[in-house]
């Protein structure tokens, strides 16, 4: 059972590029979210899903998408990367609103 | 916006030391998070509280609503025990976007 997983761990693009990172959970959890964490922040929400197709935005979502067309999954998409972007992003999931989160390992994304 | 403070911020202790870390949060909660960071960056979550203290093997997490604070406290502390702990809100009223975590404070504990 491997819970939930991110993919790829460590990314290098380019200014300009699309990126998508992946996030896969085998939990049938209903909420799906997804952070990045940098230097002197704490962990920022970008956007989150209560079901199936059904997003919103966070607190940091300019230049990202998101989709969720199956509960398991909640790709991330940075339509133009920036190098403000680069960061490291954390998909997380819960079963109920304001439940227990549980995170994944995480992504690297480093944007040149 | 609730904001969400941490102290310390970095803390240094030896192995067998009794630990505590504060958090302080500025407007009404339905929950708090404490959150454990390992070094190499996995997020576990270690408790989740509405009143009162939780307690998990050496660790204890107590919340006071009124005073709009918790601590985390580390009994006997180990070296394992060195990560960073992060304090997470879900404001009242709050939807799915309603966590908010503190910055974290870096915990080193030496043999």
């Known amino acids: 059972d491997a819970g939930i997983t991110q993919s790829p761990r460590y990314k290098i693009t380019e200014t300009g590029r699309q990126v998508t990172l992946m996030c896969h959970q085998t939990w049938s959890h209903s909420y799906m979210f997804w952070y990045r964490q940098d230097l002197g922040h704490g962990l920022r929400l970008i956007y989150y899903?209560?079901?199936?197709?059904?997003?919103d935005k966070g607190e940091v979502p300019d230049g990202y998408v998101v989709s969720r067309s199956k509960t398991e999954n909640f790709p991330l998409t940075l339509e133009s990367a920036t190098r403000s972007q680069t960061s490291v992003y954390f998909c997380?999931?819960?079963?109920?609103?304001?439940?227990?989160?549980?995170f994944g390992p995480g992504t690297r994304l480093t944007v040149l | 916006k609730n904001e969400v403070e941490q102290s310390p911020q970095n803390l240094t202790a030896q192995e067998g030391e009794f630990i505590t870390i504060n958090c302080s949060y500025s407007v009404g909660i339905s929950a708090l998070h404490w959150l454990q960071q390992h070094p190499g960056g996995g997020i576990v979550s270690l408790f989740m509280l509405s009143s009162g203290k939780k307690k998990h093997g050496r660790l204890i997490a107590t919340i006071n609503i009124q005073e709009k604070h918790s601590s985390l406290h580390i009994t006997a502390s180990h070296p394992r025990d060195s990560a960073v702990y992060i304090c997470?809100?879900?404001?009242?009223?709050?939807?799915?976007?309603?966590?908010?975590f503190g910055k974290g404070t870096h915990l080193i504990i030496q043999p």
């Open positions: 997380a999931s819960s079963a109920l609103q304001g439940d227990t989160q549980y």
């Open positions: 997470a809100v879900r404001s009242i009223g709050g939807g799915a976007d309603g966590l908010t």
């Open positions: 899903s209560a079901a199936a197709d059904i997003t």
